[in-house]
C-alpha cells in the first residue's frame, strides 16, 4: 500500500526479502528468549527443590543413627529386691490376681534400676571413682524402665548378667557427634566435664557406638527422655486420619461429584452449588480447623486431640478437591459412552455405574489420593483442635488422644533441646515426605495402570 | 436388600458418633503455659511408668490465656482438667469459669520460674536493672516531667556502661503468662523509678507504664522461645526475653544478662535474690476430681519432692522447686479441696 519511492538500486522484491528476514529474526529471537526464560526458570524451581532437600536430608539423615552403650548389666538380686512374680491361684478371682500383679508392678516401679546402670558402668572401669550421678548421666532416662520392663516380661532374668546395647542421653549424642562446640568453657556446655571424659573414654574403647535409631520408629513422643521420642504415635495418628479421610471424604465427594455431573438438573441453583465448591476449595486450612473445633468438639462434643475429629476436619478440607477431582473425570469420558449404554436400555444409573465410572476410575483415584495426600501435610487445623498436645501413648483407635507427622515436627521444632532436636525435627520431615512420596507413587501407578480403556 | 446395607452401617456408625461423648475420658487433660509444657509432660510421661494402672496424661500448648479460656468452657469429658498458668488466674477468669459451672477450681502451686534477658553468645554481655529495660522498651518515656516519645535507639545512650549498639528487644506476646511478669516486675518497677508524670490520672499512669514502643526496636513473639532464639539468629544485636530453663539447655548459643547485679541461676531464683521470677500453678477442676481417674493422684505425685523436689527429674529440667513447709501446705490444700475463692 504505501509503497516507498526506491532510493538505491534494489528492486521491490529485494526490499520486501529483506523486510521479511528482520521480523523473522525478531521473532526467532523473541522464541529463542522465551524458551532462554523457560529453561532459566525450571532451572531455578530445580535449584530451590534440590537445595530444599539437599538441606533436609544433610539435616536428617545422621538423626537416623545414634549413640548406645553397650555394657553387661548385672540383674542384682540385691537391688532389684522383689517378691516372684504372681501366679494365678486356682480358685482366684481375676480381681484378686489383677491386685497382686498391680502390686507386684509396684514393688518393681520402686526398685532401683538406675543403680544397675551405673554399678554397670563403674565395673568397666574399677580403678576410677566413678560417681553415680556421671555415671546416670549417660544413659537417656527411658533406659531404667526399658530395664523394668525387661524383667517384667521375664523374671528369670535376676542374677543374670546380659549384655546389652542401651540408648545414651541426647546430651551425650550431642557431644560425641560434635553438634556442640567442644571448645566451649564449662560454664556453656550442658555436661559436667567428667561426664564428658567418660563419654570419650567409653567411645574410645568402642563402648559407644553409632547405631540405628529404632527409637524414632518404635517409640512415642517423649520429653522426660529426649533421646528415646520417636514418631510412632505421630505416624499411627496419620494413618487413623488417613482411614477417615478415605471413609469420609472419598465415598461423600465422589457421590456428589456423580450427582452435580451425571442427573443434577442444569439450574441456577446447581451453578451456584458448583461455583460455592470452587470457592470452597480455596478457602485457608486454618478456617477449617476453627470450623472443626466449633463443630465437632463444641457441638458435637467429640474428644480433643483425637485422630477422628482431625479425619473429620481433614475430609471437610479434602472433599472440593475430591468433587473438581472426580467432575473432570467423568467429564473427560466421551458422551458417545453414555449414549450408546442408554440407546441399549441401561437406566441413566446402569450407564454411569455400569459404564461411565468404571472408565472415570483412574482419573477418580488419582484425584481422591492427590487430595487425601495434600491433607495428610496439613498441621494448621490440627493445632486448633488440640492435636498439638504432648502426648506419650501411642494411640490405640481413632479417638484416643494422638499427634500427627506434620505436627509431631511443629512440635519438636519448638523443642528447648536445640541441639539435638534440629536433627530429629529433619528426620521427621524426611519420614513425613517419604510418606507423600509413596501415596503420590501410588496414585500414578493407578492412572497408569488403569488408563483410558476407550480410546 | 442390598440396598439396605450400607444404609444400616450409616446408622450404625451415626449411633457410635452420638453414644461416644457418653463414653467416660480415661486420660488426664492438661493445657496452658508453654513454659509449664516441659515440666508438666515430664511428669506426666513418669507418671505413667510408676502408675501402670492409669494412662499417661496428655499435655498440651497454648500459652496461659489459651489454657485457661479452655478451662473455663464447662464441665465434661471434652473439657480441660487441669489449666496450667505461668500467673494467678485472673478475677475475670473465675468470673467466666463460674458462669460455666466451673466452681471448684483449685489452686495448686507447682514452684517457680526466672525470666531472663540472654544475648547471643557471640555479641556483648549486658547488666541490666528495671530502668534500663523500661527505658529500652516504653513508648514514651520522661523528659523534664513531660512524657515524650521514646528518644533511646542505642543501649549507651540508656546508661553509659551498657554495650554500645541498636536497641532491639524481643519479648513475649500478651497471650503468654510471661508477659504479664515481665510488665510487673520491670516496667512498673523502672518506670516507677524514672517517675511517672504527675498529670496523668491512675490508669493512665498503668497504661504509661506498659505501653511497648512501636517503632520495631521491640519485637514481641506470640510462638515459643524457639522463635525468639531464630529471632538472635537473624538479628545479632538482639537481646531476647527467655525462661530460665530455656536458657540452661541453649547455654551454647545465649548468654544470659544479669539484673541488679545477680545472675540468674536456679541458685539465685530458688533463694530469691534474683528480682524477676514468679510462681507457675496448676488449675484443677475439682469436679472432675472423682470422674476422671488417677487425677488427685498425678496432681500429688507432681508435688512429691522426689518428681519436683531438689535432685529430682524436674528440678534438672528448670523447675525451681518449692521450699518444704510451702510444699507441704500445697499439698494439704490440695487435700482438702480448697477452692479459689
Not at chain 1, 322 to 342: E, M
Not at chain 2, 236 to 259: K, M, T
Request: hydrophobic share 45%; proline share 6%.
Amino acid at each position: 500500500m504505501n509503497k516507498q519511492p526506491l532510493s538505491s538500486g534494489l528492486s521491490e522484491r529485494d526490499m520486501v526479502r529483506s523486510r521479511l528476514a528482520k521480523t523473522l529474526r525478531r521473532r526467532h529471537a523473541r522464541e529463542r528468549r522465551f524458551r532462554l526464560a523457560g529453561v532459566v526458570s525450571v532451572g531455578l524451581a530445580l535449584a530451590c527443590v534440590l537445595l530444599l532437600f539437599g538441606s533436609i536430608l544433610q539435616r536428617g539423615l545422621p538423626a537416623f543413627w545414634q549413640s548406645s552403650i553397650q555394657l553387661p548389666i548385672y540383674f542384682d538380686p540385691e537391688i532389684i529386691r522383689v517378691d516372684a512374680a504372681p501366679q494365678p491361684l486356682p480358685d482366684e478371682p481375676p480381681v484378686e490376681f489383677q491386685r497382686r500383679q498391680l502390686e507386684w508392678q509396684g514393688q518393681l516401679a520402686r526398685s532401683n534400676w538406675q543403680r544397675l546402670l551405673t554399678l554397670g558402668v563403674q565395673q568397666l572401669y574399677p580403678e576410677q571413682q566413678i560417681q553415680p550421678r556421671h555415671a546416670q548421666a549417660l544413659f537417656t532416662r527411658a533406659v531404667q524402665h526399658q530395664l523394668r520392663e525387661m524383667f517384667a516380661a521375664d523374671p528369670g532374668l535376676l542374677g543374670q548378667t546380659l549384655e546389652l546395647s542401651l540408648l545414651a542421653d541426647a546430651n551425650v549424642d550431642v557431644w560425641l557427634r560434635g553438634k556442640i562446640d567442644r571448645s566451649l568453657p564449662d560454664a556453656q556446655q550442658q555436661l559436667a566435664a567428667p561426664v564428658r571424659a567418660l563419654a570419650d573414654q567409653l567411645q574410645a574403647d568402642g563402648h559407644i557406638k553409632l547405631k540405628f535409631a529404632s527409637a524414632l520408629f518404635g517409640n512415642a513422643d517423649s520429653r522426660s527422655s529426649p533421646a528415646s521420642a520417636g514418631l510412632l504415635g505421630a505416624f499411627v495418628g496419620s494413618l487413623y486420619m488417613l482411614a477417615v479421610v478415605l471413609l469420609v471424604a472419598v465415598p461423600v465427594g465422589v457421590g456428589a461429584a456423580i450427582y452435580l455431573e451425571e442427573f443434577a438438573p442444569k439450574s441456577r441453583w446447581i451453578d451456584l452449588i458448583e461455583v460455592n465448591i470452587n470457592n470452597l476449595a480455596a478457602v485457608p486450612s486454618i478456617v477449617f480447623g476453627l470450623l472443626g473445633a466449633a463443630l465437632f468438639i463444641n457441638w458435637f462434643r467429640l474428644p480433643m486431640s483425637a485422630p477422628l475429629v482431625g479425619g473429620l476436619v481433614l475430609s471437610l478440607m479434602a472433599l472440593p478437591t475430591v468433587i473438581i477431582a472426580t467432575r473432570a473425570a467423568l467429564q473427560a469420558v466421551p458422551g458417545t459412552i453414555r449414549q450408546a449404554a442408554l440407546a441399549m436400555g441401561a437406566s441413566r444409573t446402569q450407564a454411569v455405574f455400569h459404564h461411565v465410572l468404571p472408565l472415570a476410575l483412574p482419573g477418580v483415584l488419582t484425584g481422591a489420593i492427590l487430595a487425601v495426600a495434600q491433607s495428610l501435610g496439613e498441621t494448621a487445623p490440627l493445632l486448633l483442635i488440640g492435636m498439638n498436645a504432648f502426648v506419650a501413648n501411642v494411640p490405640a483407635s481413632p479417638l484416643d488422644q494422638s499427634s500427627a507427622l506434620s505436627v509431631q515436627i511443629f512440635l519438636w521444632q519448638g523443642h528447648e533441646l536445640r541441639n539435638f532436636f534440629e536433627a530429629r525435627t529433619a528426620a521427621a520431615i524426611i519420614v513425613l515426605l517419604s510418606l507423600m512420596i509413596s501415596l503420590n507413587a501410588v496414585a500414578i501407578y493407578l492412572r497408569k495402570r488403569l488408563e483410558n480403556k476407550w480410546s | 436388600m442390598t440396598i439396605n446395607k450400607p444404609l444400616t452401617t450409616l446408622g450404625m456408625v451415626a449411633v457410635l458418633a452420638t453414644s461416644m461423648p457418653a463414653m467416660a475420658r480415661d486420660t488426664i487433660q492438661i493445657a496452658g503455659s508453654s513454659t509449664i509444657l516441659p515440666f508438666s509432660s515430664i511428669a506426666a510421661e513418669e507418671f505413667g511408668h510408676a502408675f501402670s494402672q492409669y494412662r499417661t496424661p496428655v499435655v498440651g500448648s497454648g500459652g496461659t490465656g489459651g489454657g485457661l479460656r479452655q478451662f473455663c468452657q464447662g464441665l465434661g469429658m471434652n473439657t480441660l482438667d487441669i489449666a496450667s498458668a505461668s500467673r494467678p488466674i485472673k478475677d475475670s477468669e473465675i468470673q467466666a469459669c463460674n458462669e460455666r459451672n466451673v466452681k471448684q477450681i483449685l489452686e495448686v502451686r507447682l514452684g517457680y520460674d526466672g525470666i531472663v534477658f540472654a544475648s547471643r553468645a557471640d555479641q556483648a554481655g549486658f547488666a541490666l536493672n528495671a530502668g534500663h529495660v523500661f527505658a529500652a522498651t516504653a513508648a514514651q518515656v520522661v523528659r523534664d516531667g513531660q512524657p515524650v516519645d521514646n528518644p533511646y535507639t542505642k543501649w549507651s545512650q540508656i546508661d553509659p556502661a551498657l554495650p554500645d549498639q541498636d536497641i532491639v528487644l524481643v519479648i513475649p506476646a500478651a497471650n503468654h503468662g510471661t508477659r504479664e511478669v515481665f510488665e510487673e516486675t520491670l516496667l512498673k518497677r523502672g518506670c516507677q523509678s524514672a517517675g511517672v508524670p504527675q498529670t496523668l490520672s491512675a490508669d493512665e499512669q498503668a497504661g504509661f507504664c506498659t505501653k511497648v514502643r512501636n517503632d520495631g526496636r521491640v519485637i514481641e513473639v506470640a510462638g515459643d522461645y524457639t522463635e525468639t532464639l531464630t529471632r538472635l539468629q537473624v538479628q545479632p544485636e538482639a537481646v531476647g526475653v527467655f525462661g530460665l530453663n530455656f536458657y540452661e539447655q541453649n547455654r551454647d548459643r545465649l548468654q544470659v544478662a544479669s539484673i541488679d547485679g545477680v545472675v540468674p541461676s536456679l541458685d539465685s531464683v530458688g533463694d530469691g535474690s534474683y528480682p524477676v521470677s514468679r510462681p507457675l500453678f496448676f488449675y484443677v477442676k475439682g469436679e472432675h476430681l472423682d470422674a476422671v481417674p488417677g487425677l488427685a493422684d498425678f496432681v500429688e505425685y507432681f508435688l512429691a519432692d522426689s518428681v519436683s523436689g531438689y535432685g529430682s527429674p524436674l528440678e534438672e529440667a528448670g523447675l525451681i522447686p518449692l521450699g518444704d513447709d510451702e510444699r507441704a501446705e500445697i499439698l494439704d490444700s490440695f487435700k482438702q479441696r480448697k477452692a479459689v475463692r
